[in-house]
């Protein structure tokens, strides 16, 4: 194949990015979140494949954080999406989300966090906080009006092939 890097690490490591959320949720289905360690996820609310109720959607229409501290239900992780239950105002809620929409994943007490790209399926970049909810949309009990702290967030640029 000419032309074509026979090893594109840049996919490879944007993949295993995008494998952290998925590992951690995972181990949070089985066996509950350690100790106070709140998971923030922000996602995009309109991509493909992301269900949320229509009232959630018309408050969310383009992107919602959600915070799984105290109150979830119902954790289901599988290799493309997870869902979660989750109450919003006292009313229990069901949100099914392609992993592929998620803009940030985010563990405050870990000071670690990670940003996806828009556009590129599972791209990672970094910036200044791991999440920025700033619309959060929480379960009832998670405080998380406070943003979550700068830590260890990857950059994916140093592993990008550049062309100069």
Do not use: C, K
């Not at 992107?63 to 009313?91: C, K, N, P, Y």
């Amino acid at each position: 194949m000419a032309g074509e890097e026979p090893l594109d690490y840049a996919r490879l490591v944007r993949e295993a990015l995008r494998d952290v959320p998925r590992q951690a949720l995972r181990l949070a289905a089985v066996e509950g979140l350690p100790g106070e360690h709140p998971f923030y996820l922000t996602f995009r609310t309109s991509h493909p494949g992301v269900a949320i109720s229509p009232g959630l959607h018309a408050r969310y229409p383009d992107r919602m954080t959600i915070v799984l501290e105290h109150q979830f239900w119902d954790l289901a992780v599988g290799e493309e999406a997870f869902s979660v239950t989750l109450r919003f105002g006292g009313a229990p809620e069901r949100l099914h989300v392609p992993f592929a929409a998620l803009m940030a994943f985010a563990d405050p007490a870990a000071q670690f966090g990670l940003r996806f790209e828009p556009g590129e399926e599972g791209a990672a970049e970094t910036g200044a906080t791991p999440a920025e909810p700033a619309e959060p949309a929480l379960a009832t009990g998670s405080a998380a009006a406070a943003e979550p702290p700068a830590g260890n967030v990857v950059d994916i640029r140093a592993f990008r092939r550049r062309d100069d």
